[in-house]
């Protein structure tokens, strides 16, 4: 059993390393599955340059614009690949969001991507820390874009927003509730309380509870925020879109109870929540479009219409 100065000392360097893991590569590429694309660039509201895709539909008046996930890029995570395939144990296979972005174009949807800050080809921003409140400001600066663009500005918008971008998305709608006047609907998969991921990670690590105030303080020492303050918990009051949310059934890094609760704390009636099952691998929450599109291909089109 490793002394309490050695625990100390290996939670602090997790804390510490969290925004620290190289970039992953942009590993796919809409030409892939035959999709047209542009390359786009905008300023997120603080200025940080953002860089994504912009995959045209003809004589389709209706856009998706999708957010990422933590440490993924446009074209998904290639967790098939060293270093990635440490990040999450289990977790150690290619996953394509460019599939994703073909069903869309499929079903009569133009679809727009986006790197967040700190990922893939968009600009370093904050120390290299991610929060949703960040990553929020990315969200926003997508959204004026697809508004301000001749092409686009007049289209009707859903939002395909996982994980961490779900949380962005949710904080964004706190935040600046104005600028989601208008948007349809939203399909958020597996966003989570960040203290809730810490509280799992000591039980993944065999850690007791206690070590929790020494992983409050690093994280703080680390970030400057409060870990209690990155609870993903109050944000969802605010949504006021139709919102699909699906997770993984006993994901090791979140909680059900977790997921349950903010899908409980989303005020609105036109919302719903499926659990995957016979599964406890986090990545399958990603790739579950792809192998199942019905449930949001059908969310999708009873409220762009």
Not at 6 to 30: S, T
Request: aromatic share 14%; charged share 25%; with cysteine.
């Amino acid at each position: 059993m490793a002394s309490d100065a050695e625990i100390k000392a290996q939670l602090k360097a997790f804390v510490f390393g969290g925004d620290e893991w190289p970039r992953a590569p942009i590993w796919h590429q809409p030409e892939e599955v035959g999709l047209k694309y542009e390359t786009i660039f905008f300023p997120a509201t603080d200025g940080i340059p953002i860089e994504g895709w912009f995959m045209p539909r003809q004589d389709s008046n209706q856009l998706i614009v999708c957010v990422t996930p933590r440490w993924f890029n446009r074209a998904g995570f290639p967790a098939h690949l060293e270093p990635w395939n440490t990040l999450l144990p289990g977790n150690d296979y290619d996953v394509d969001f460019v599939k994703d972005y073909k069903l869309l174009h499929d079903a009569g949807y133009n679809v727009v991507c986006f790197d967040n800050r700190n990922f893939g080809y968009s600009g370093a921003a904050n120390g290299g820390i991610t929060s949703p409140e960040l990553c929020a400001r990315d969200v926003i600066g997508a959204l004026n874009y697809v508004r301000l663009r001749e092409d686009t500005k007049a289209m009707t918008i859903g939002l395909f927003s996982r994980c961490n971008g779900a949380a962005a998305t949710m904080y964004a709608m706190q935040e600046h509730p104005e600028v989601f006047e208008g948007i349809r609907c939203m399909v958020a998969p597996q966003p989570f309380s960040h203290n809730v991921f810490f509280a799992q990670t000591l039980k993944r690590m065999g850690l007791p509870d206690k070590y929790m105030e020494d992983m409050r303080q690093y994280f703080q020492v680390k970030t400057s925020i409060d870990l209690d303050d990155m609870g993903v918990m109050p944000w969802p009051k605010s949504v006021r879109v139709p919102t699909l949310m699906y997770q993984v059934w006993d994901d090791p890094v979140a909680t059900n109870d977790d997921a349950q609760e903010i899908f409980d704390a989303i005020p609105i009636e036109e919302k719903k929540l499926h659990w995957i099952t016979g599964t406890q691998v986090r990545f399958e929450g990603y790739t579950f479009f792809q192998k199942q599109p019905e449930m949001v291909l059908e969310w999708f089109a009873k409220y762009m219409a």
